[in-house]
């Protein structure tokens, strides 16, 4: 048994796409306004649904915090599972072997009393599974006009694969050598300094990942912009998938990227700095072609928003 410490995402033509090649849809975007009052309806839905219980008099609620630290051993363990339904999440990786958590819980009410209780009665458990970690928030039920969160700051050894879950917060990840995967539905997604594979999801949010070194990329918004950057070290033979509904898309290869390139956008524009050879038809809000002989894959697409890749 462990030991823990508590602290309280036809013919061919020969055409050469070359640098800095626009291709601009000829539709102006549209639906912005409709995108915005779907996502402020939707997040006053989810706000309802995963731990808040909005009503009448909410903002004359109560507030109180508490933070609790807890350590534990990764000696054999591979991975780490942290999941809070209302909070968000945040996971550096260091030269450490204990998985170090932070988490601060905070709970509203209509007087300072019940706020009081409510937090207390808040549990943050540490399970170890196999080779997995796994981090779990247990919170009371709460009735109307009442609201528990539960925020993380988690260190762990920098070789460790990653997986994160919230329904309203925001994910952060910096430092990582293991594999990563994040789900959050109302907010926004960063990445810094990660070794392993990416797989990124947010419903409504931004996605910005930074000095990536995977060969295996993938990136999923509804409504947000999606910003990948690959380091110098990642292989030309990469495999990215990238899309969003609403928001645009840039991504910058690795030096030397070579396979198949497929960019779409239905209302906006695309620009590459990379020659791409173009074989079939042409069409203003699609480049399908490749660059070099490779076998690399870049699959780039979104709906309502512009393109650039270089």
């Known amino acids: 048994m462990l030991g823990y410490t508590i602290l309280v995402k036809t013919r061919e033509t020969g055409l050469n ?3 800095q090649a626009g291709l601009k849809g000829d539709r102006k975007m549209k639906k912005n306004s409709f995108a915005k009052a779907s996502l402020t309806f939707l997040l006053c839905l989810l706000i309802a649904a995963v731990g808040c219980r909005i009503g009448p008099g909410s903002w004359r609620q109560s507030k109180y915090e508490r933070i609790e630290q807890l350590s ?35 709970a509203r009410a209509p007087n300072a009393e019940e706020a009081k209780q409510l937090a207390e009665k808040v549990k943050i458990k540490i399970e170890p599974v196999g080779k997995t970690l796994n981090i779990i928030v247990d919170k009371p039920k709460v009735r109307n006009n009442r609201c528990i969160s539960v925020s993380f700051d988690i260190i762990v050894p920098k070789k460790t694969n990653i997986e994160c879950s919230t329904s309203y917060g925001s994910i952060k990840l910096r430092d990582i050598q293991g594999n990563v ?42 409504f947000g912009s999606v910003e990948i ?6 292989s030309p033979e990469i495999d990215a998938d990238i899309a969003t509904s609403y928001g645009n898309i840039e991504f910058a290869t690795p030096p030397g990227f070579s396979g198949r390139v497929d960019l779409e956008t239905s209302f906006g524009s695309i620009r590459t700095d ?3 050879t173009v074989k079939g038809r042409i069409s ?8 070099g002989q490779g076998n690399g894959k870049l699959r780039l697409k979104t709906s309502f928003g512009s393109i650039k890749i270089k």
Do not use: H
């Not at 945040?90 to 998985?99: E, L």
């Not at 950057?229 to 990642?234: D, F, R």
């Open 17 to 19: 796409w070359t640098n």
């Open 72 to 106: 534990a051993p990764m000696a054999d363990i591979e991975a780490m599972d942290v999941d809070t339904g209302f909070g968000s999440i945040k996971v550096i990786g260091g030269d450490v072997t204990d998985c170090k958590i932070e988490a601060k819980i905070c």
């Open 181 to 222: 995967n994040v789900r959050t539905s109302f907010a926004s997604i960063e990445c810094e300094n990660i070794e392993g594979s990416v797989d990124v999801e947010t419903s409504y949010g931004q996605i910005k990942c930074r000095n990536i070194t995977s060969t295996d990329i993938n990136a999923r918004s509804s």
């Open 229 to 234: 950057a690959c380091s110098p070290e990642t």
């Open 274 to 276: 990379l020659p791409i």
């Open 284 to 291: 203003k809000d699609r480049i399908k072609g490749s660059v």
